[in-house]
């Protein structure tokens, strides 16, 4: 938990890969990210402003967060390399682990994501198969591509398992603010409920949504909203997988199973969660209970 808060909170930060990479530098700059910024490219002499380094081996010191935007296969090798000097955690943006269902240069797609988890053993890590985090509080952008938020003192988060439902919500326009957005993808490591224990500890988030494909674990979710009740912080749950279609597509995206839809509601009343059928609903009811169940928002 301390290296997720490393992670969502960085006071450093790598960057790996080219284009991808870029798009990241380029939010952190426009975002005023405080923070250090270090590119790491083997060839490249500078990104933008800031000079490259050539290696993990040459950083000052291990970064508190890196984000990944080169292929699979250097990805474990680089998720490894940071597990093992002390790194905070990583955004690892690579697809291709077990959201594929064809087997590629003859390799499995889930053994693959194994070697990543397995290659992490203190790292935290969001993804792989995902966007990152726009944290507006504290202007850390681990995104690489255009996002519609603005810093904001204190507001709601928003887990989303979809890189692309994430990116149109943070195009809203529905006077909510938003704290955090952050996407989990195949959810190899860090999940939907590991990252609500994180946001529960931070009193400037006053409400949690969640758009879901499926459940990391069903006990670990289920004691994230006990908590989350004890918080006084509630749980806004957009479930995916209503229709024969959308669960092909979850599958799709994170190789999540969805489950049967009157179980997962039935689930998510049991233990407290507000469950709603649209995304136009879930802001209209974060931006209701920000603004009329949280003394922070007022």
């Keep these: 938990m301390s290296n997720l808060k490393r992670l969502l909170q960085p006071k450093s930060v790598a960057l790996f890969g080219g284009v991808w990479a870029e798009n990241v530098y380029i939010q952190l700059r426009k975002s005023s990210f405080e923070g250090e910024i270090w590119p790491v490219h083997p060839t490249k002499k500078k990104l933008g402003q800031h000079n490259c380094f050539k290696s993990l081996e040459s950083l000052p010191h291990p970064p508190d967060a890196a984000f990944i935007g080169v292929n699979r296969h250097r990805t474990i090798e680089i998720v490894r390399e940071l597990d093992n000097m002390g790194a905070g955690g990583a955004v690892?943006?690579?697809?291709?682990?077990?959201?594929t269902k064809i087997k590629?240069?003859?390799?499995?797609?889930?053994?693959?994501?194994?070697?990543l988890t397995n290659a992490a053993s203190t790292l935290a890590l969001l993804g792989p198969n995902c966007y990152g985090f726009l944290n507006y509080l504290d202007n850390v952008t681990l995104w690489p591509d255009q996002h519609g938020g603005l810093s904001v003192k204190n507001g709601v988060a928003i887990i989303a398992q979809s890189s692309n439902i994430a990116i149109n919500l943070t195009m809203q326009?529905?006077?909510?603010?938003?704290?955090?957005?952050?996407t989990v993808g195949n959810q190899a490591k860090s999940g939907v409920s590991d990252l609500i224990q994180m946001l529960?500890?931070?009193?400037?988030?006053?409400?949690?949504g969640l758009y879901i494909e499926g459940f990391d674990s069903i006990q670990k979710f289920e004691m994230a909203a006990s908590k989350a009740e004890m918080c006084k912080k509630p749980l806004v749950v957009l479930k995916a997988g209503k229709t024969a279609h959308s669960v092909a597509t979850a599958f799709s995206h994170t190789a999540s199973i969805t489950g049967s839809n009157t179980t997962s509601s039935t689930f998510l009343a049991r233990i407290g969660c507000l469950?709603?059928?649209?995304?136009?609903?879930?802001?209209?009811?974060?931006?209701f209970l920000h603004f009329n169940a949280s003394p922070l928002s007022k």
């Design 92 to 99: 690892c943006f690579a697809s291709g682990f077990s959201e």
């Design 104 to 115: 590629t240069d003859n390799e499995d797609g889930q053994e693959l994501q194994r070697k």
């Design 173 to 182: 326009r529905r006077s909510l603010p938003i704290a955090f957005i952050l």
């Design 200 to 208: 529960l500890q931070d009193e400037r988030v006053t409400a949690i």
């Design 275 to 287: 469950e709603v059928n649209s995304l136009s609903n879930m802001l209209e009811t974060l931006k």
